[in-house]
Nanobody, 113 residues
Framework: QVQLVESGGGLVQPGGSLRLSCAVS????????MGWYRQAPGKQRELVAV???????KYGDSVKGRFTISGDNAKNTVYLQMNSLKLEDTAVYYC???????WGQGTQVTVSS
């Protein structure tokens, strides 16, 4: 069974930080195929961060300079470090395998005072 399980979401104040994790099982793991997306109520799902060929990363315009994607192949896990969080970052965050098309169940991030 292929599983992508996100964790680390929760309630945080503006300016705070969260670190999301996505644990992958059931497939041969490679961070190069993983990415993070988010969807807020009433809005379309958007790209947050994705690994690119050569070990780099691409970020959505709204999170550039604040979020960082990383991975640990030994732990079959991809991370999203989110700093300087804003109210508009409130969304359900999903990890995805671009190779297989699998999505995680999502984890809620709420930025509120």
């Amino acid at each position: 069974q292929v599983q992508l399980v996100e964790s680390g979401g929760g309630l945080v104040q503006p300016g705070g930080s969260l670190r999301l994790s996505c644990a992958v099982s059931g497939i041969i793991f490679s961070t190069a195929t993983m990415g993070w997306y988010r969807q807020a109520p009433g809005k379309q799902r958007e790209l947050v961060a994705v690994f690119t060929d050569g070990g780099g990363a691409k970020y959505g315009d709204s999170v550039k300079g604040r979020f960082t994607i990383s991975g640990d192949n030994a732990k079959n896990t991809v991370y999203l470090q989110m700093n300087s969080l804003k109210l508009e970052d409130t969304a359900v965050y999903y990890c995805k395998s671009s190779r297989t098309g699998h999505w995680g169940q999502g984890t809620q991030v709420t930025v509120s005072s």
